[in-house]
């Protein structure tokens, strides 16, 4: 739907009449419909019609954060995820229909896509499944206490025991039964609204304006959540089975590796022969319309979002959380060949061990410790040897008086060093070279004092967690380690083998989350690189000219 420069959409109801169950009416203008390969012209908008988007959409987005921050409250609008879906993809309906097209326009497309990003992902991991199954029982029961109330009372005598455990047992088996189906739904819609959004990041990051309701409705074929989205699939799309080895074999489980959203999978292209989901803005800025920068916080988001949803998922579905792995660490030592041939000959020895490495022809030469120096004597380095030996060995009391040192000896001669040192040697060995260290010496007293003042200080510190509950010291959780312990690449594939096939399902569809986006930022990054590489061989080629220029200059002169 053109708005023609402006944000006021003539019927928003018609977009989104589908969620309702209702048919969605004809389109006033379906003639005026481009070509599937033609371009769109819209109107760069005004100042004062960017004014009041900006005034819709922060208005919109604060009853969005003011319905989140409430949910538990019953007076919410947004207690379960179902509702806060639908806000979202009323708003994103809206900024479906703001054209890339201007610099101002454009700028507020992409911030508040950006926001919006960030919210959704991070409010759909404020949910939890069971609020909608809760609601949907509280609702039941408010039905059939009315119905209740207009049926007439029968004898409890008329039916008996058996038929009463009967009507139970169906009753908890279609009991669970809607909780899977609830359930489903609810992940179903997830994966909805983030292909939606997925499409129109595509869309912008490419300069072209996205047809909001074949974007949906695409959306809604890929992730079915009800039999009415299933029915409306095309036939030419194949159907595939689920395959447990297919999952396995594109590492789904953990949805780290696949950054650039390119995955092995057998989804075919679009067809180019029926209409496309988003044409080129004629006079646009094409490929250029997000810079450098909100596409670096834009792939951020997207890897980040993916995997909280992922994990999201698998809480909700009770499934164990995904495997931490890092794209750099290292396979252990015996995971790698290397490493289980090092392993097998430590344990059995080579008794024979090959000296192929040593020549026979080799002979090894003793090296004189003597040191023939002009001017060098024996005796005089054993005299200075003992001199600094003495003088290292010589315990300081920094509490004794200088005058001590003064006191004559017996014969008046010095004191005999190996006994000064016996005397006064501590429990920490004292000895040192010529060109050795002097280390500390510490005596019984200062051991104690230290000692003490650790002991002091652990006190202190208890007593201090003791007054804090915040700063106990919390023990160690075995389930918690267990749960973030790293695994290595050669135990994914078989490590959630055993999930039943709906969690598989599941894994598949979150894995590939936001794939459009990554893609669309892979392949403009990869257009860009020849593009850096060739300004920089003509500035390498300005460069060489300028220089030989100015050699020439300076050969003249």
Request: charged letters at 30%; proline letters at 7%; a negative charge.
């Given at each position: 739907?053109?708005?023609?420069?402006?944000?006021i959409i003539?019927?928003?109801?018609?977009?989104?009449?589908?969620?309702?169950?209702?048919?969605?009416?004809?389109?006033?203008?379906?003639?005026?419909r481009?070509?599937?390969?033609a371009?769109?012209?819209?109107k760069?908008?005004?100042?004062?019609?960017?004014?009041?988007?900006?005034?819709?959409?922060?208005?919109?987005l604060?009853?969005?954060?003011?319905?989140?921050r409430?949910?538990?409250?019953?007076?919410?609008?947004?207690?379960?995820?179902?509702?806060?879906?639908d806000?979202?993809?009323?708003?994103?309906?809206?900024?479906?229909?703001?054209?890339?097209y201007?610099?101002?326009?454009?700028?507020?497309?992409?911030s508040y896509?950006?926001?919006?990003?960030t919210?959704?992902?991070?409010?759909?991991?404020?949910?939890?499944?069971?609020?909608?199954?809760?609601?949907?029982?509280?609702?039941?029961?408010?039905?059939?206490?009315?119905?209740?109330?207009?049926?007439?009372?029968?004898?409890?005598?008329?039916?008996?025991?058996?038929?009463?455990?009967?009507?139970?047992?169906?009753?908890?088996?279609?009991?669970?039964?809607?909780?899977?189906?609830?359930?489903?739904?609810?992940?179903?819609?997830?994966?909805?609204?983030?292909?939606?959004?997925?499409?129109?990041w595509?869309?912008v990051?490419?300069?072209?304006?996205?047809?909001?309701?074949?974007?949906?409705?695409?959306?809604?074929?890929?992730?079915?959540a009800?039999?009415?989205?299933?029915?409306v699939?095309?036939t030419?799309?194949?159907?595939q089975?689920?395959?447990?080895?297919?999952?396995?074999?594109?590492?789904?489980?953990?949805?780290?590796?696949?950054?650039?959203?390119?995955?092995?999978?057998?989804?075919?292209?679009?067809s180019s022969?029926?209409?496309?989901e988003?044409?080129p803005?004629?006079?646009?800025?094409?490929?250029?319309?997000?810079g450098?920068?909100?596409?670096?916080?834009?792939?951020?988001?997207?890897?980040?979002?993916r995997d909280?949803?992922?994990?999201?998922?698998?809480?909700?579905?009770?499934?164990?959380?995904?495997?931490?792995?890092?794209?750099?660490?290292?396979?252990?030592?015996n995971?790698?060949?290397?490493?289980?041939?090092?392993?097998?000959?430590?344990r059995?020895?080579?008794?024979?061990?090959?000296?192929?490495?040593e020549?026979?022809?080799?002979?090894?030469?003793?090296i004189?410790?003597?040191?023939?120096?002009?001017?060098?004597?024996?005796?005089?380095?054993?005299?200075?040897?003992?001199h600094?030996?003495?003088?290292?060995?010589?315990?300081?009391?920094?509490?004794a008086?200088?005058?001590?040192?003064?006191?004559?000896?017996?014969?008046?001669?010095?004191?005999?060093?190996?006994?000064?040192a016996?005397?006064?040697?501590?429990?920490?060995?004292?000895?040192?070279?010529?060109?050795g260290?002097?280390?500390?010496?510490?005596?019984?007293?200062?051991?104690?004092?230290?000692?003490?003042?650790?002991?002091?200080?652990?006190?202190?510190?208890?007593?201090?967690?003791?007054?804090?509950?915040?700063?106990?010291?919390?023990?160690?959780?075995?389930?918690?380690?267990?749960?973030?312990?790293?695994?290595?690449r050669s135990?994914?594939?078989?490590?959630?083998?055993?999930?039943?096939e709906?969690?598989?399902?599941?894994d598949l569809?979150?894995?590939?989350l936001?794939?459009?986006?990554?893609?669309?930022?892979?392949?403009?990054?990869?257009?860009?690189?020849p593009?850096a590489?060739?300004?920089?061989?003509?500035?390498?080629?300005?460069?060489?000219?300028?220089?030989?220029?100015n050699g020439?200059?300076?050969?003249?002169?």
């Open positions: 739907m053109q708005s023609n420069g402006g944000f003539d019927d928003l109801s018609a977009v989104f009449a589908a969620d309702a169950g209702q048919p969605a009416p004809p389109t006033p203008h379906a003639e005026d481009p070509a599937p390969d371009v769109a012209t819209p760069a908008l005004t100042p004062k019609q960017e004014a009041k988007l900006r005034s819709y959409l922060d208005g919109a604060e009853d969005i954060t003011r319905g989140y409430k949910r538990f409250d019953p007076s919410s609008h947004l207690r379960t995820l179902t509702a806060y879906l806000a979202w993809l009323r708003l994103l309906g809206v900024l479906a229909h703001v054209p890339p201007g610099g101002g326009s454009t700028n507020l497309l992409v896509l950006l926001r919006c990003s919210d959704i992902c991070d409010g759909i991991a404020g949910y939890s499944l069971a609020m909608e199954i809760d609601a949907h029982r509280r609702q039941s029961k408010r039905q059939s206490r009315k119905e209740a109330d207009h049926l007439e009372e029968e004898a409890s005598g008329r039916s008996g025991s058996e038929d009463r455990d009967g009507e139970d047992s169906d009753d908890e088996e279609e009991e669970r039964r809607l909780q899977a189906l609830l359930c489903s739904k609810q992940l179903s819609l997830v994966l909805q609204t983030i292909d939606l959004l997925d499409r129109i595509a869309a990051l490419r300069g072209n304006l996205i047809d909001l309701p074949l974007a949906l409705s695409n959306a809604k074929q890929a992730h079915p009800t039999p009415t989205d299933a029915s699939e095309t030419d799309r194949p159907t089975a689920y395959d447990p080895r297919r999952i396995h074999s594109t590492s789904s489980l953990v949805p780290s590796p696949a950054v650039d959203g390119r995955f092995v999978s057998g989804a075919s292209a679009s022969s029926g209409p496309r988003s044409l803005v004629h006079g646009g800025r094409g490929p250029k319309t997000v450098v920068t909100d596409q670096v916080r834009l792939r951020n988001i997207a890897v980040s979002s909280k949803l992922f994990a999201w998922m698998r809480t909700e579905m009770d499934a164990p959380p995904p495997p931490i792995m890092e794209e750099n660490e290292q396979e252990p030592d995971n790698t060949i290397e490493g289980a041939l090092g392993a097998r000959q430590a059995h020895p080579d008794p024979n061990p090959d000296d192929d490495d020549d026979p022809d080799m002979e090894d030469v003793a004189d410790a003597q040191v023939d120096e002009e001017g060098y004597d024996v005796a005089d380095d054993t005299e200075e040897h003992k600094y030996q003495d003088l290292f060995e010589r315990k300081l009391d920094p509490d008086d200088d005058d001590d040192d003064d006191e004559p000896t017996v014969g008046g001669g010095r004191p005999d060093s190996e006994s000064n016996d005397a006064t040697r501590t429990d920490q060995d004292l000895g040192a070279s010529v060109l260290m002097v280390e500390a010496v510490t005596t019984h007293a200062h051991q104690d004092k230290r000692k003490r003042d650790t002991e002091d200080g652990a006190e202190a510190s208890e007593a201090r967690a003791d007054g804090l509950p915040g700063k106990r010291p919390r023990a160690a959780d075995s389930d918690t380690d267990e749960a973030d312990a790293k695994m290595s135990e994914l594939g078989s490590i959630h083998a055993a999930l039943p709906a969690i598989g399902r599941w569809a979150f894995t590939r936001f794939s459009r986006t990554l893609r669309t930022l892979s392949d403009l990054g990869e257009a860009a690189r593009k590489s060739k300004r920089d061989f003509a500035t390498t080629l300005t460069g060489i000219s300028g220089a030989d220029d020439i200059a300076d050969d003249l002169a």
